[in-house]
């Protein structure tokens, strides 16, 4: 076997881009995906993604109306190791193709179901569209005032639908795990709302801390979304009248920064001696103009020619599109593109798999297929006798997916940490190691979104420059299944982590290390800060809008390039972290399969480049006519007429009917044949010709009536529509009964905080299902880790007065 899912066979039924992309990264990995699709095919093969979703699948028509394709249907399952599906609850039961149904000849199967809204309450039957999800759950107030207008924007970066897809995948495999032990099959389910949660990192316990705590936490109605980056994540204007990412929010960073392009005097002004901890408004945006000004004396070329080749402790970046992006030359040399010849476009320019394992690495099967090619040979094998299920496996299931697997988590911030949390929730051991001092999450708000990074996880907070230190690792890495790290190259080897370093200790350990942009090539020993990977993949520019730049020969008065500023920064929105942790879990996940498989353990590198590639799969790609990625309007509604936010009577709405389909029944909803049959929108081209006048239209007309009654009315008809939430998530999250009957939250208790809820996970499990806890205090398990290592309690004692470790006490708050 040389990769990790070779010899798997999947039957894919879903449509869209979380299902596509999750089929897509098993065909990466080796798996045989067999895509159903009915005889006029399915419906994205009309927009360009379809190219990239469906690469390296067999492509079969099957009738699902016709009770012989059903039974065909059944003869593959028989044969199938995995089944996923996107129709809407019930549906698959209805056609006779339920995991109940197919479970009974294939006991071993392993079944998933991703939906948009959840698999029951009164949004279930809705549209799964990406915009619709993001909009009722109130994460489009995330970018509320990013264009000047009140209200909530448009989100382009379509995170709900990465997520389920990287967490379709993580809970697929993860179930095959328990397959291959115990001979069980199970249905693994998830939602685009479900996975739409990470990206919530502090609204959801901070408006529960502000009613709860009120003399502790400040009220701030805004809770983040009105206010603007900070100053170490700083878009800056060049010489050339180009726009580049600053991006450098731990303090030594920004230090390096500001030396770097000539500003060091600085510290010596008063104002400025705590940079970047700034308590003055003043101060810190005279010295946020300070920097714009210093900026604009290089070009963007000579910026970067200092960064990557003289000043490497700088973290910055271009602003590109994901089309520039394909010629980033880290992303090169990672093979994060990969040239693809497909049958239709011609040669193409794809993303490559979404992360790399040494001993079993993965490789893009071959191009999209052409609708049916697939279908004679496919049908043609079922002549051949189903193999005997020959498993011997008999252990009895696991309480959790993962359990008995060990994760030691030496990553920071945001990445690392919340991809650690992810594998803690399917039953993992994840034990994080801290500075002294703490993660720099623990910062601000009493460190409450630890309680989103650090949740379930176990913790210590070791000073690993001593010899002590790293002795406990040293104690800890033969106990341990995988290390995990994102640290800069040369940094694991001085603190006893290096690959060598760790495998001397372990020889079967999994090593994952979750960079910034990779272990080699030219910019593999930059740092990188989230808004790296929003500004090299494409999302922040064009989250920005269509109209956010000037052009570059523009003259600037600083005040417009600190609104242009302004505008980009908040089109930088907390996702391409989570974004990255995504894959890094999965590619946890996937790498202890393959161990198991294979006996072998492997090396595992992911990039937030790559991940946020991943995030922005709708446009990274290009062949020779692609059409360009649509960029919002400048009032930040949407991208189209039909993909947008509306103003109604007394809220907002978001309609989605992007495929044709979707907008004769809206024109039959709202009774307007006369727009049905205009020949200005009659068809998909002519819409997007005459998009303005559309919009006119539908606007006047959405004024009419409030946001629940659009949303009844069209929802009722499978149009899609929804009211925007135009609080928070958390206004959603806390108070929708929807949310209640799916058990979309779960209470848990931290020893500061107390009880409050938190997002449940996102996988459900049939048999083994996941776990939800709160986050830890820093330190808060060292008493039962070291003495597991063989540690005394004196000794645990000497070595805190040493100051080798040390741990939080938990003064509850009240």
Not at 129 to 152: H, N, V
Not at 294 to 320: I, S
Not at 642 to 648: G, K, P
Request: net charge negative; charged share 25%; with cysteine.
């Amino acid at each position: 076997m040389t990769q990790a899912l070779e010899g798997i066979t999947v039957l894919d039924f879903s449509q869209g881009m979380a299902g596509s992309i999750a089929t897509m990264a098993l065909s990466d990995f080796g798996a045989e995906v067999i895509k159903i699709e009915p005889p006029e095919g399915d419906p994205y093969r009309a927009v360009p993604q379809s190219h990239l979703w469906n690469r390296g699948k067999k492509s079969v028509v099957l009738d699902l109306n016709d009770s012989d394709a059903i039974n065909q249907i059944r003869k593959l399952a028989e044969r199938a190791d995995v089944v996923i599906e996107t129709f809407k609850p019930s549906v698959a039961d209805s056609l006779g193709i339920g995991y109940e149904t197919l479970k009974a000849e294939r006991p071993d199967l392993v079944y998933c179901s991703i939906t948009g809204f959840g698999p029951k309450g009164p949004y279930s039957d809705y549209k799964d569209y990406e915009g619709l999800i993001e909009a009722k759950s109130g994460r489009l107030m995330i970018f509320a005032g990013i264009t000047g207008r009140e209200g909530p924007s448009f989100a382009v970066v379509n995170v709900a639908s990465h997520a389920a897809a990287m967490g379709a995948f993580r809970g697929i495999v993860s179930a095959l795990m328990v397959r291959d032990q115990t001979g069980q099959g199970q249905q693994v389910d998830t939602s685009l709302l479900q996975a739409v949660t990470y990206y919530d990192l502090t609204q959801f316990i901070l408006w529960q801390m502000m009613i709860k705590f009120p003399e502790t936490f400040d009220f701030d109605p805004t809770t983040i979304a009105l206010r603007g980056s900070p100053i170490q994540y700083l878009p800056v204007r060049t010489k050339d009248g180009k726009w580049m990412q600053l991006a450098n929010l731990i303090e030594r960073l920004f230090r390096s920064e500001i030396f770097a392009i000539g500003l060091g005097h600085i510290y010596d002004d008063p104002r400025f001696v705590d940079a970047p901890n700034l308590v003055e408004p003043e101060d810190r945006e005279a010295l946020r103009r300070l920097i714009l000004t210093r900026m604009q004396e290089k070009t963007e070329a000579e910026w970067m020619d200092l960064f990557v080749n003289e000043e490497g402790n700088v973290a910055a970046e271009p602003f590109m599109t994901a089309t520039e992006a394909l010629s980033h030359p880290q992303i090169i040399h990672n093979g994060i593109v990969q040239n693809v010849e497909d049958p239709t476009v011609g040669l193409m320019q794809q993303l490559g798999p979404a992360f790399y394992m040494d001993g079993s690495p993965p490789r893009i099967q071959g191009p999209a297929p052409t609708l049916g090619q697939h279908t004679n040979a496919v049908l043609k094998s079922l002549e051949i006798p189903v193999p005997p299920n020959n498993t011997t496996a008999s252990k009895p299931p696991p309480k959790h997916p993962l359990e008995g697997v060990t994760v030691l988590d030496l990553s920071t911030v945001i990445a690392g940490p919340l991809a650690g949390s992810l594998v803690a929730e399917l039953g993992a051991r994840v034990i994080r190691i801290e500075t002294l001092d703490g993660d720099w999450m623990r910062g601000g708000n009493n460190g409450i979104a630890s309680n989103r990074t650090m949740a379930g996880t176990e913790g210590l907070s070791l000073d690993l420059k001593t010899e002590e230190g790293q002795e406990i690792l040293r104690r800890l890495i033969p106990k341990t299944d995988v290390l995990m790290h994102n640290m800069r190259p040369g940094a694991p080897e001085r603190v006893g982590i290096g690959l060598d370093q760790v495998r001397e200790l372990n020889p079967n350990i999994n090593y994952v290390y979750v960079s910034g942009y990779g272990s080699s090539g030219p910019y593999h020993h930059r740092p990188a800060m989230h808004p790296i990977g929003g500004a090299v993949a494409g999302g922040a520019l064009t989250q920005a809008g269509r109209d956010a730049l000037p052009p570059e020969d523009a003259e600037m008065t600083m005040e417009e390039i600190v609104e242009v500023s302004r505008v980009l920064g908040r089109a930088q929105d907390v996702n391409p972290d989570p974004n990255t942790s995504m894959v890094a879990s999965t590619a946890v996940v996937v790498g202890l399969y393959t161990r198991q498989r294979t006996g072998k353990p492997q090396y595992i590198e992911t990039s937030m480049i790559q991940a946020n590639a991943y995030a922005n799969a709708d446009d990274f790609f290009d062949y020779e006519g692609k059409p360009p990625r649509l960029f919002p309007d400048s009032e930040g509604y949407g991208i189209h007429a039909l993909d947008r936010i509306y103003e109604a009577l007394g809220g907002w709405i978001f309609l989605a009917c992007p495929m044709q389909d979707d907008w004769l029944a809206l024109c039959s909803a709202i009774e307007r044949p006369d727009l049905r049959d205009d020949p200005r929108f009659s068809t998909l081209e002519g819409r997007q010709e005459n998009d303005d006048a559309l919009i006119a239209e539908l606007a006047s007309l959405f004024k009419t009536k409030t946001p629940q009654e659009w949303e009844t009315e069209l929802s009722a008809k499978d149009v899609g529509c929804v009211q925007v939430e135009d609080s928070n998530m958390f206004g959603f999250f806390d108070n929708d009964e929807h949310v209640r009957e799916n058990g979309f939250t779960t209470v848990v208790e931290h020893k500061r905080f107390g009880k409050f809820w938190r997002y449940s996970p996102m996988l459900n499990f049939s048999k083994t299902p996941s776990k939800a806890a709160g986050g830890i205090l820093r330190g808060e398990h060292t008493m039962p880790i070291l003495k597991d290592l063989g540690y005394t309690e004196d000794e645990i004692h000497a070595l805190k007065a040493k100051g080798v470790l040390d741990w939080e006490e938990p003064a509850p708050l009240s």
